[in-house]
């Protein structure tokens, strides 16, 4: 007979999802003593074993090409040697996708989520970011303002550490920043030419540590980070914030453990939450007296549209019908260009930080009569990093022959090539949304996300001028553009939806319970034992990177949830 398991004790709390929000959670919980439970969907990390740091391709089979060695022949895989468990596509956990929309959805099932695998680029939003409505008549403006957000990016900074200068530019709010990275021959390229074109390009932001912080080693500079850092010098919540609160005594985690719905009483408040444990499939229940969702924007949203109840008939805390809604991603745009002045320089270690070590911020904001709404950033690649397990196939294809010709084809030009990646801010629009499929389950029996997506014409000419500014950029560098940054992921010159990962808005915040899920303090407006400490709550999605934001509104979540339970309210 089908039985579900009850645990018999009562944590403080139950934190779903151990990624950048749910790993902040618990750190600040754990620190807070208060006990809490994290569930996670996929297993334990070990970094020692897990990640591939330093491990070169002659050393393991096919070097690193696949099981069949499916990289020779230019088939794309989420590579050997990434971070563990990031997928594209997960076998058995499918969503769907409504009949001619596109969008694709990455997600990583381990301790520390995608938090191993992201580019650590750290970006403050800025003031004018919480005001989108009053500034522009479009979306809606945050209860939040950046001046009661900034104390927390503060403490996010200084505990995640962050590199930068303090440039003063409004667009991009200077921050509590370690020493910057130089720039290497490529970037001090773009950034003369960015001075010709009087565009600013700064020392980048970036989650990786140029000095010693919190018992984290300093960067060694092997370019490596999507690898996974063996000693957390770039930041993970698995690393720098979940291995550390293990030792508070005050937190159990449960891996494999895919929460499946919030179990709410009576008076509405959640009681447990319901989860599959994966290993031997059967059904448990884990009892708190509060809970945080952070299993990632649509995770979270997912987890709360399948949590019904006959006082939720549309999913828990949904009165509003917005769970779901508002779902955006930046824009993204990408384009490659060659640069003769790069061809035959002397070869030389240009590894770096696995990023980039200078950035462009927004810099038209006070230009009057834009194309466009709104604004965007641009990274910047290129560089002479230690060749990867495909490197030469577009030399390859572009080149008729083998042996030395080929060779001296590949040398004259390795490195000479730039990236320029646009980031941009994509308004909510009601096009755009994801749901509950009603015809499919998971390998759990979980009922699967559907999503629906459309751009605007809001980002589409946003793509076009991101398109210009490239060609402007690689020319006043004097080179030439040759095409898209990443072809397989962009359709119709603008992004895939989805493919930035930086999906964000599906359980938003706001002052009115009839168009908004939560309060500003990511507090439910109906359970008042809910929080959301993802990208779910944010209003917009400002052409930052959202990852150190997560960090903020998480951190401030926690602490305002630590002192209602103090007070008894919770
Ligand atoms: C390659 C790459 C590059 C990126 N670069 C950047 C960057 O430079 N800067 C930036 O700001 N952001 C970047 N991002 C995005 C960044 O990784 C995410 O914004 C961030 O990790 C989101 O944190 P999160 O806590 O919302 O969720 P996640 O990090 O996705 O973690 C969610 C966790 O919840 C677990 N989970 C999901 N559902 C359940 C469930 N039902 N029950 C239990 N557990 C569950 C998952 O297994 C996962 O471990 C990048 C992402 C990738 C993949
Ligand atoms: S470049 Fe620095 S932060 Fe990145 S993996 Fe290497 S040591 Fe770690």
């Excluded at 005050?250 to 319901?274: Q, Y």
């Amino acid at each position: 007979m089908f039985q579900v398991k009850r645990s018999p004790q009562v944590f403080d709390v139950v934190v779903v999802g151990s990624g950048a929000g749910g790993g902040t959670t618990v750190k600040v919980l754990t620190d807070l003593g208060i006990s809490v439970a994290l569930l996670e969907a996929g297993p334990m990390l070990n970094p020692a074993k897990d990640f591939k740091e330093h491990v070169l391709p002659y050393q393991v089979d096919h070097r690193g090409a696949g099981p069949h060695a499916e990289e020779y022949f230019g088939r794309q895989q989420w590579g050997y040697f990434s971070a563990p468990n990031g997928y594209w596509d997960i076998d058995g956990e499918p969503y769907t996708v409504a009949k001619d929309n596109e969008f694709r959805w990455f997600r990583s099932r381990i301790i520390g989520g995608r938090t191993n695998h992201y580019g650590r680029i750290s970006l403050r939003f800025a003031d004018y970011d919480f005001k989108p409505y009053s500034t522009d008549g479009l979306g809606t403006d945050w209860p939040v303002t950046y001046d009661e957000i900034a104390p927390y990016y503060d403490k996010a900074e200084g505990f995640i550490g962050v590199t930068g200068t303090k440039e003063g530019i409004r667009s991009a709010p200077d921050g509590n920043f370690l020493p910057p990275i130089p720039p290497r021959v490529h970037e001090v390229l773009v950034q003369k030419a960015c001075k010709k074109l009087d565009i600013p390009c700064i020392p980048s932001r970036m989650a990786m540590l140029t000095r010693p912080l919190n018992g984290r080693a300093a960067c060694h500079y092997c370019g490596q980070c999507g690898r996974g850092c063996q000693t957390a010098s770039a930041f993970s919540s698995s690393q720098a914030m979940i291995f550390p609160a293990l030792k508070t005594g005050k937190l159990t985690i449960f891996t494999g453990a895919m929460a499946r719905e919030l179990i709410s009483d009576g008076s509405g408040k959640v009681t447990a939450v319901s989860y599959v444990d994966k290993q031997n499939r059967t059904e448990k229940q884990i009892r708190c007296r509060a809970v945080v969702v952070a299993a990632s924007a649509c995770e979270s949203a997912r987890l709360l549209l399948n949590s019904k109840s006959p006082r939720f008939s549309a999913g828990l805390a949904n009165s509003s019908g917005q769970v779901g809604r508002n779902l955006t991603d930046t824009v993204g745009y990408g384009l490659n260009g060659h640069i003769p002045a790069l061809e035959g320089l002397p070869r030389h270690n240009s590894d770096g930080i696995g990023g980039m070590h200078v950035y462009v911020p927004w810099w038209l904001l006070d230009k009057k009569e834009k194309e466009f709404p709104r604004g965007y950033h641009i990274e910047i690649g290129g560089g002479f990093g230690m060749p990867q397990i495909g490197s030469f196939h577009g030399a390859c294809r572009a080149h008729e022959g083998y042996g030395k010709q080929l060779k001296d084809h590949i040398r004259l030009g390795y490195g000479t090539g730039i990236g320029l990646a646009g980031r941009g801010e994509m308004i909510p629009n009601e096009h755009t949304y994801c749901d509950i499929d009603p015809h499919g389950v998971d390998q759990w029996g979980i009922p699967v996300l559907r999503f629906h997506w459309r751009w605007s014409e809001h980002e589409i000419k946003q793509a076009k001028h991101m398109h210009q500014t490239f060609v402007n950029i690689i020319e006043a560098m004097g080179g030439t553009a040759n095409g898209l940054r990443n072809p397989e992921r962009e359709s119709g010159g603008i992004s895939v939806g989805g493919t930035i990962i930086h999906e964000a808005g599906t359980v938003i915040m706001g002052s009115d319970p009839a168009k908004s899920v939560l309060k500003k303090f990511c507090k439910a407006h109906e359970v008042k034992n809910l929080f959301v400490a993802d990208a779910a709550p944010f209003v917009s999605n400002p052409d930052k990177n959202v990852t150190l934001s997560i960090v903020a509104f998480a951190w401030r979540a926690s602490e305002y949830l630590a002192e209602e339970m103090r007070k008894g309210n919770v």
